[in-house]
Every structure is written in structure tokens, then in C-alpha cells.
Nanobody, 117 residues
Framework: QVQLVESGGGLVQAGGSLRLSCLAS????????MAWYRQAPGKQRELVAA???????NYADSVKGRFTISRDNAKNTVYLQMNSLKPEDTAVYYC???????????WGKGTLVTVSS
């Protein structure tokens, strides 16, 4: 089992920055990829950014150049640095991890990010 706990959400004005953190615990040795997803009211959950165990990253087009995902394996933590925030970034942000060998998915409970205009 893998447990994921997000932190760092809050209220910020448009143009501001936030850094989200996700601490993993449990069977962390089996974690493969980690990612951040978000879900805005009335919308489907969408991928924001992902990072593999080797450090390769990919981003949603809507956040490229503004958000950066990083991973500190020594601290069992994945981060999402969010700059130049826009009101449309308002959502609940969820941490995701999958594990080898079965690629079972794990989710955190989410942290709310609200960007005011």
C-alpha cells in the first residue's frame, strides 16, 4: 500500500505562485511514476504534470511554462511549483502514484487551490 498526503493549497491572487507537496509513505520502494491531477467544479479530472522514476516529465499544454513538477526521492516527496497562476487553475489538486510491477494507482485526498481574479 502507498499513502499520499498533499499540502500547500490555498487562496492566491492571479499572477501569484504556490508550491504543492505530496508526501508518500508505505511501500514507497515500489513507486514508479508520480503525478498531479486536478478537478475543477463541474469538470473531469485532468492530468496536470507527471514525472517518472527516472525524472522524465510531461505537462498539460495549459500549464507548460508556468508549472514545474519535481521529485525528491530521499524525502519521498513530489512537488508542483505553480507560477503565474490564473483563475482557471482553480481546482482540487490530487497527487497520484503508481507502483511496479502491477501499476496499481494510488490517490491522495486532494488540496484546494483557489486563484482569485
Amino acid at each position: 500500500q502507498v499513502q499520499l498526503v498533499e499540502s500547500g493549497g490555498g487562496l492566491v491572487q492571479a499572477g501569484g505562485s504556490l508550491r504543492l507537496s505530496c508526501l508518500a509513505s508505505g511501500s514507497i520502494f515500489s513507486i514508479n511514476a508520480m503525478a498531479w491531477y486536478r478537478q475543477a467544479p463541474g469538470k473531469q479530472r485532468e492530468l496536470v504534470a507527471a514525472i517518472t522514476s527516472g525524472g522524465s516529465t510531461n505537462y498539460a499544454d495549459s500549464v507548460k511554462g508556468r508549472f514545474t513538477i519535481s521529485r525528491d526521492n530521499a524525502k519521498n516527496t513530489v512537488y508542483l511549483q505553480m507560477n503565474s497562476l490564473k483563475p482557471e487553475d482553480t481546482a482540487v489538486y490530487y497527487c497520484y502514484a503508481d507502483r511496479v510491477p502491477d501499476y496499481r494507482a494510488y490517490w491522495g485526498k486532494g488540496t484546494l487551490v483557489t486563484v482569485s481574479s
